[in-house]
């Protein structure tokens, strides 16, 4: 056995050193940080991935629908008259270039003050374009009506969206230029355009000016529950001046809805089946009648039944 100093033992074996378990002891300890972080990114992102999924599955993707946006008439509430009201449809030019277009996309075109696509008129024709109304605005309340399922299934292809906007202001009797984006966001899906209305006038705190939008899903909607949102904008101005939506009224929120190719007319075709059990009583009269004669004069009742 080596007669070696203690401190000549160690050198001959480094892998043993204090200062080697130390400086290992200290890479573990230091790697413990470094592993929370990288959990905590990949559940980050998985997080992150989910939402991008849920909104993808309830978004509203080539959806077509006509419209008709007019001053309501309270005078006739019935659901033919809505109906009727329907076919004079007609596209609005703000319509053509926004329709099917996100909110966060529709509220940045206007902010920039942009042409939404070639060929598509100016926001306002010869309007300056501002940040801030002169008045406010709200609107005083919103509801819908659901109005022809044609298959009654509880899905409607036709409905109309009514809303009231107003003027605050200590001056009665004042007027102002508006028009409104009308958005529908399938089960909590992302808010997509489907009607912007014409230039329309509000008259202060008037409920005479009530504003009522009358839609037919034609395509693409699946039967599911949407929700409504109207944005208010004050002519010349590119900010919202004032929003309602199914967070404000109940009636706005979770409509039974669908496109009327969803939506067939149930045609119910009867099958007729003529029976012959008058002619079978008569034929079987005229056996029996014969068998009883046959009987009478003593003829073979075989020989009649043979002739049938």
């Not at 009727?84 to 902010?111: H, S, W």
């Not at 007027?175 to 912007?196: K, M, Q």
């Not at 005479?208 to 909607?221: A, I």
């Not at 008058?278 to 073979?300: D, M, N, Q």
Request: charged share 20%.
């Amino acid at each position: 056995m080596l007669n070696l100093p203690l401190n000549q033992m160690f050198n001959t074996l480094p892998n043993t050193s204090p200062n080697m378990l130390t400086r290992k002891s200290a890479n573990k300890s230091s790697n413990k940080p470094s592993n929370k972080r990288i959990v905590v990114k990949l559940a980050g992102l998985l997080l992150l991935l989910s939402q991008a999924s849920f909104a993808q599955e309830f978004e509203i993707t080539q959806g077509a629908s006509h419209s008709i946006g007019i001053v309501k008439d309270h005078t006739d509430e019935s659901v033919q008259s809505k109906t009727t009201l329907i076919e004079k449809a007609n596209i609005t030019p703000r319509t053509l270039a926004l329709k099917g277009m996100k909110r966060i996309d529709v509220k940045n075109l206007q902010q920039q003050k942009l042409q939404p696509s070639k060929g598509s008129i100016m926001m306002s024709q010869n309007a300056e374009y501002k940040t801030d109304s002169y008045y406010s605005f709200s609107i005083y309340g919103g509801y819908s009506q659901l109005i022809s399922d044609i298959d009654e299934d509880g899905y409607y292809q036709t409905f109309s969206v009514t809303f009231d906007a107003d003027i605050l202001s200590s001056v009665s009797g004042e007027e102002a230029l508006v028009y409104a984006d009308l958005y529908l966001s399938r089960n909590g899906g992302p808010w997509t355009l489907y009607f912007s209305t014409d230039n329309f006038i509000i008259t202060g705190e008037s409920t005479l000016d009530e504003f009522e939008v009358v839609t037919q899903l034609d395509s693409g909607y699946v039967s599911d529950n949407y929700n409504v949102l109207i944005d208010l904008y004050e002519v010349g101005y590119s900010d919202v001046v004032a929003t309602y939506s199914s967070n404000d009224s109940n009636s706005l929120y979770a409509l039974p809805l669908e496109s009327r190719d969803y939506d067939p007319e149930y045609i119910e075709v009867i099958h007729e089946v003529e029976h012959g059990g008058e002619s079978t009583w008569l034929l079987f009269g005229a056996l029996f009648a014969l068998v009883i004669r046959a009987y009478r004069i003593k003829l073979p009742v075989k020989s009649i039944v043979n002739k049938f």
